[in-house]
């Protein structure tokens, strides 16, 4: 590559040749070079970062751009000008450490050839720039690619970024239940990452959780659709991941079941044995059966919100289902489980502030698992923990206590007597008529139990 350079030419570095001083247009450059580096005779007179453009007379617009740095060493950028749009540009090629002449000069010949052609020139450094953005994009599809399902749904180790369940569920009155429902529904595969899950993979997901829970399925995965839309939409799964699993999703069909003395007792004495009396879960199912509350509502039953001394357990709103504080009549039976359970809590010293946990660390759940383990022990079948409350409206109805008193025992707030106009006018809580109620209840189990125990104790004679 022919090069002209004021003399000496030993400074350059290698493979930046000179040409000699009788080259055509010598006269042109040796003026610059004496203007730009004030009639030095080589690098060490030279000024400090002061650039010297020598220019190719072989391939034509290709010039060298060199400064010396304070250390004393040398460096430059390889430059060709061309055409575009009718204006001239100088566009870098790279490096002289990088690029030696040949091939500056083949970069300077394509170029300009490209120019020509109307394509797109890119400088060195607007390459080296588009590259190093194209490398953080496919980075960032990456790690989206290795994010796990748990990381978006439930881990906020991250400060730029709030996980799904803080985003959406804790906002929420039973946040926690979803949460803890697609926790449930996703235990197996909650670990893997988000873009390695297929629709085929979500349908043997619910139909392992339906086999044993149809319902909690078809509500976890209700409560997981929006969360798997939204992380689609950024590209950190698949779309379409429940399409499979929606064709086997269960109807909700309104249930009518009323358990009979017999079956009622069972389950009393199931939620007895060694299994569940060894803990709280025991305890709190059977304060279940006797006070006509939902699961939810009792087994995260707090002991700041209980007055024994008057037979009351007093929800705030915060956790009743209507967002109204309520007021439940305990039974003396319900009392006497739950003074067990504070004992067994202070006994074993179970910090936290529920009634029924086992480590405390969280109430206990009442759930499939548990109801799983009540089949097996009580021979009950096809009932479910709701059934309890309808078993005991039905009772205390047939007994001639007054619907709205039953459903004032409930907590049913958009009943046919306490809702619409009624219930905004009508706020009487009527607390002596429920504690008549618990009572009676009391007095019906009383029965229950007492006939199972004296029918136990009859010895059946063979003929």
């Not at 080259?23 to 203007?35: A, C, P, Q, S």
């Not at 996703?186 to 959780?209: G, N, Y």
């Not at 009383?446 to 136990?456: I, R, V």
Request: aromatic share 6%.
């Amino acid at each position: 590559m022919q090069v002209w350079v004021k003399r000496p030419s030993n400074f350059l570095p290698r493979g930046f040749p000179t040409m000699p001083a009788t080259t055509r247009g010598t006269r042109k450059h040796e003026d610059r070079y004496h203007k730009a580096g004030s009639h030095c005779e080589g690098p060490e007179e030279w000024p400090v970062r002061k650039p010297i453009d020598i220019t190719d007379t072989a391939v034509k617009g290709l010039n060298a751009r060199v400064r010396r740095m304070p250390e004393g060493h040398i460096v430059g950028t390889w430059a060709v000008r061309v055409m575009i749009d009718g204006k001239s540009r100088r566009v870098s090629l790279g490096n002289m450490i990088a690029m030696n002449a040949s091939q500056a000069r083949v970069a300077a010949i394509q170029a300009r050839e490209a120019a020509k052609g109307g394509q797109t020139i890119k400088s060195h450094r607007e390459a080296t720039q588009a590259a190093r953005v194209a490398a953080q994009a496919t980075a960032a599809v990456a790690e989206k690619a290795a994010t796990l399902l748990y990381q978006l749904l439930f881990d906020n180790s991250d400060p730029d970024r709030k996980s799904w369940s803080a985003a959406h569920w804790d906002g929420l009155k039973n946040g926690d239940v979803y949460a803890r429902q697609v926790e449930l529904l996703m235990s197996d595969d909650i670990h893997l990452p988000a873009s390695a899950l297929t629709p085929e993979i979500m349908e043997q997901v619910f139909l392992r959780k339906s086999d044993t829970a149809p319902h909690g399925a078809t509500r976890a995965m209700s409560y997981l659709r929006p969360a798997l839309n939204y992380f689609a939409k950024r590209r950190q799964c698949a779309y379409n991941l429940l399409d499979l699993a929606s064709d086997h999703k269960t109807k909700t069909v309104r249930r009518e079941r009323v358990l009979t003395p017999d079956e009622w007792v069972c389950i009393w004495k199931a939620a007895g044995t060694v299994m569940f009396n060894m803990g709280p879960t025991g305890l709190a199912i059977r304060t279940l059966m006797m006070t006509g509350a939902r699961n939810r509502e009792v087994a995260a039953m707090r002991v700041d919100e209980l007055h024994l001394d008057r037979y009351e357990w007093h929800l705030p709103k915060d956790r009743s289902k209507n967002e109204e504080p309520h007021i439940f009549c305990l039974p003396a039976k319900a009392v006497e489980q739950i003074k067990q359970a504070l004992v067994m809590k202070e006994h074993h010293n179970i910090p936290g502030p529920w009634v029924f946990s086992k480590e405390g660390k969280a109430p206990v759940m009442i759930g499939s698992k548990i109801k799983t383990g009540m089949d097996c022990r009580s021979g009950v079948k096809d009932w479910v923990f709701h059934d309890l409350r309808r078993t005991f409206a039905t009772q205390l109805a047939e007994r001639g206590f007054s619907g709205e008193i039953v459903d004032m025992c409930l907590n049913h707030k958009a009943s046919a007597s306490r809702g619409g106009v009624a219930g905004v006018y009508n706020r009487s809580v009527r607390l002596e008529d429920r504690h008549n109620a618990a009572n009676g209840w009391q007095n019906i189990t009383n029965n229950w139990l007492d006939e199972t125990t004296s029918n136990d104790n009859v010895v059946r004679l063979t003929s």
